[in-house]
């Protein structure tokens, strides 16, 4: 899986534009203490979005060697893509039973978030047909996303859902990484109210950011998904507890010092003297290095600051390293560049872009040479 660490420090070959690094040491860090937040009870992992762009199948075998025996999902394809990797953990498909996708889920034995009054019935009646089989009733307690509004409740059948093996009764936070929200403790109630009706069944509420607001979020199973890759669960505190997951560096294709005054790139937004020294690197917005980071955002060269200058395109991006060649770096075709590291995080660079790590991370491309680093759990 390590393909490419025999490259030479500092460079890479010219096949890929850069070089994706997986911490899963980090990773596995990071689930330990979500679970230990949950104070003995068990933590699930979100792993939807191909494991918010990381890559679902090493991050979920990583975390099944941990002891993580829960998974979240969006699609039903996805939950496939885990369940062939994976024979032993439960997998819980967020977006629900679709029409006519019961089979799948008893075929790859998936369960579905039941999230509307329609899904229960088709559920329940499957089951009847079927056998009984695990499944999570998603309510919604103040989102306004996906889930059953309460009152829906009043409208079916509780015994033959609360008859379901492994039931989870879930909601989902709108708000936990603002933690003074008014409406984390609305929700809290509504959900405290809601889960009474099901006594046997585990209660999951809090995602990363909700195991962070106070003890009366986590209930009996933690579902965190972006603090596990990283991302900060408590933006407004600041400091980050996790450890960083994703490393991305991109190649330099070249550098030119400038002869003359000229516009860089696309659109000529940035001006450039005689004297700049301007690198291109091969990653651009179609590697998720967001276009809106053009002008603003900054790598590191060997631990030195470079801003980009200029509109980051497809497949290129062009920065100043004028004071980095100054200060002695050696910046030449072949330099690996860290557009993510553990001092320039995917938060930092979400910022950079105006936008949330989430994104950052979901956009992570797949053209880099992806290396999983720390152990794969196998
Ligand atoms: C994505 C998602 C999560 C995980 O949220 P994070 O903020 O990434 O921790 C949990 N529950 C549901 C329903 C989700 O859609």
Not at 143 to 172: K, W
Not at 201 to 229: E, H, K, M, T
Not at 263 to 275: E, K, L, R, V
């Given at each position: ?32 203490l979500l679970r230990n937040r949950m104070e003995g009870n068990p933590c ?97 307690t ?28 879930m909601s989902?936070l709108?708000c936990a990484d603002e933690p003074d929200h008014p409406l984390n403790e609305r929700q809290r109630g509504a959900f405290e109210d809601?889960r009474m ?5 585990r209660a999951s509420l809090a995602n990363s950011s909700g195991l962070f607001i106070g003890d009366g979020y986590r209930f009996d199973l933690g579902r965190p998904?972006?603090a ?5 669960p408590t933006?407004?505190r600041?400091?980050?507890p ?137």
């Amino acid at each position: 899986m390590t393909k490419g660490a025999d490259r030479p420090n500092g460079t890479c070959g010219g096949e890929t534009g850069g070089i994706l690094t997986i911490d899963l040491d980090a990773l596995a860090a990071n689930w330990r203490l979500l679970r230990n937040r949950m104070e003995g009870n068990p933590c699930a992992a979100v792993v939807k979005a191909n494991g918010y762009g990381v890559g679902v199948v090493p991050v979920a075998r990583r975390l099944a060697a941990e002891g993580c025996e829960t998974f979240f999902v969006a699609h039903i394809e996805e939950g496939v893509t885990l369940r062939q990797a994976l024979p032993g953990p439960e997998i819980f498909v967020l977006n629900g039973l679709s029409p006519g996708s019961a089979p799948s889920y008893r075929a790859h034995q998936l369960a579905p978030c039941l999230n509307d009054i329609g899904q229960v019935r088709a559920w329940l009646d499957h089951c009847a047909d079927a056998g009984p089989t695990a499944a999570a009733l998603h309510v919604d307690t103040g989102m306004t996303r996906l889930g059953l509004d309460p009152h829906d409740l009043e409208t079916i059948d509780l015994d033959g859902l609360r008859a379901l093996p492994d039931l989870i009764v879930m909601s989902h936070l709108a708000c936990a990484d603002e933690p003074d929200h008014p409406l984390n403790e609305r929700q809290r109630g509504a959900f405290e109210d809601l889960r009474m009706a099901f006594p046997a069944a585990r209660a999951s509420l809090a995602n990363s950011s909700g195991l962070f607001i106070g003890d009366g979020y986590r209930f009996d199973l933690g579902r965190p998904g972006v603090a596990l890759y990283g991302g900060n669960p408590t933006p407004t505190r600041g400091h980050n507890p996790m450890r960083p997951v994703v490393r991305l560096q991109a190649r330099v294709l070249q550098v030119r010092e400038i002869q003359d005054n000229c516009s860089i790139g696309y659109g000529a937004t940035a001006d450039a003297f005689p004297g700049t020294r301007i690198a291109t690197l091969a990653a651009g917005y179609a590697d998720g290095y967001l276009r809106a980071i053009s002008n603003r955002g900054t790598v590191y060269v060997d631990g030195h600051a470079c801003p980009v200058v200029g509109r980051v395109s497809m497949d290129l991006l062009t920065i100043d390293v004028t004071k980095a060649a100054a200060d002695g770096i050696a910046i030449t075709p072949g330099t690996l560049v860290d557009l993510i590291n553990k001092d320039h995080t995917v938060d930092d660079v979400a910022a950079d872009a105006d936008t949330i790590g989430y994104e950052v991370l979901t956009s992570l491309g797949n053209r880099f040479h992806r290396q999983y680093v720390g152990g794969s759990g196998e």
